[in-house]
């Protein structure tokens, strides 16, 4: 399976089975995580963290503090298509495996700037 990311005309296909979705809350400054999964009925969120609470961002109250992080599983299908909007206030969305963290301007090869970013499993003719 392979994870598609489409931005400015562009598309990437990222040959991986799982992989880490971080950002930065505008107002709060604090890292957000989210685990993903690329399945063949779409893409799996797995668990969410947080590093803080506030301006929008309280934690559900399933989560747990592990480690300074409010975690939890978030109760949802499989996705089709995941969109991620860019905000000049919280930086870029940064995709994370194996250890390593890009932001989406080096994976796709060129500056994302306020571009939406669509992820989704790649169909074989894009690979």
Do not use: Y
């Not at 993903?36 to 969410?48: C, K, N, Y």
């Amino acid at each position: 399976m392979s994870l598609c990311l489409a931005s400015a005309g562009s598309v990437k296909a990222l040959s991986l089975a799982a992989f880490t979705l971080v950002w930065t809350h505008s107002i709060e400054k604090v890292d957000w995580q989210e685990d993903w999964r690329v399945t063949p009925s779409g893409l799996q969120l797995v668990q969410a963290r947080v590093k803080g609470t506030g301006a929008g961002m309280e934690p559900p109250p399933e989560a747990r503090l592990i480690d300074g992080w409010f975690q939890w599983t978030p109760a949802r299908g499989p996705m089709h298509e995941v969109m991620l909007g860019n905000s000049d206030a919280a930086g870029e969305w940064r995709l994370c495996t194996g250890g390593k963290c890009r932001t989406l301007s080096e994976i796709l090869g060129h500056p994302v700037g306020a571009n939406v970013t669509t992820m989704s499993v790649c169909e074989e003719q894009q690979k």
